[in-house]
């Protein structure tokens, strides 16, 4: 709240979320749980940002925020279960919310394979803060257990992933998931 008073929009996003019902936002449970200390911000710290796809545009809607509920399970340590709730002050009824994903012919959003999209205002650099104001999406492919937690890497597009070892990703509650554009650029949610 402080940064958005004093800095504006663009310097005071910290991460993006998903409006689920007129009063609730799903995002990141490490969005708003300090990673050293492991307190959970207040309600009052916190604002959201609605119906924009640009961080620069004057039109967005800011709205407060009443409680913060993290998902028990949530480890700072392991990244496991990261995802908190947000309940907004008042409903938001005129802007549409994200309906859960219809799992149609026995397919499941889990099968490795299965083609995904990654999306928000994270930095598009891997080694800087090349941080876009319009909001981004990426095609990317989701990996199978063996290259999420398992240590065996996997080709995708004729490039070669290495992949996340015991310990550091968990595929029975992570996805993992890369993307190459047709050029053979890596896509990827990177940090923010």
């Avoid at 004093?6 to 990673?35: E, Y």
């Avoid at 907004?88 to 397919?107: E, K, R, S």
């Avoid at 199978?144 to 029975?172: D, H």
């Amino acid at each position: 709240t402080a940064r958005y008073n004093l800095k504006g929009t663009f310097q005071a996003q910290i991460c993006g979320g998903s409006l689920t019902t007129p009063t609730t936002v799903v995002t990141a449970a490490h969005c708003v749980v300090d990673q050293n200390s492991g307190v959970t911000s207040t309600p009052a710290s916190l604002l959201i940002g609605l119906g924009r796809s640009s961080l620069q545009d004057s039109g967005m809607r800011v709205v407060a925020i009443s409680a913060i509920a993290v998902h028990p399970g949530y480890s700072i340590k392991t990244g496991d279960d990261d995802v908190a709730v947000l309940t907004l002050v008042a409903p938001q009824t005129d802007i549409a919310t994200i309906a859960p994903a219809q799992l149609t012919d026995g397919v499941t959003t889990e099968a490795a394979g299965t083609r995904v999209q990654v999306a928000g205002w994270g930095t598009t650099s891997n080694f800087g803060n090349s941080f876009p104001d319009v909001f981004r999406t990426g095609d990317l492919t989701l990996l199978p257990a063996s290259a999420c937690g398992q240590g065996q890497n996997t080709v995708l597009s004729g490039l070669t992933f290495l992949a996340y070892n015991a310990g550091e990703a968990n595929p029975l509650t992570m996805l993992c998931a890369v993307g190459v554009s047709p050029t053979g650029t890596i896509i990827d949610s990177c940090r923010g």
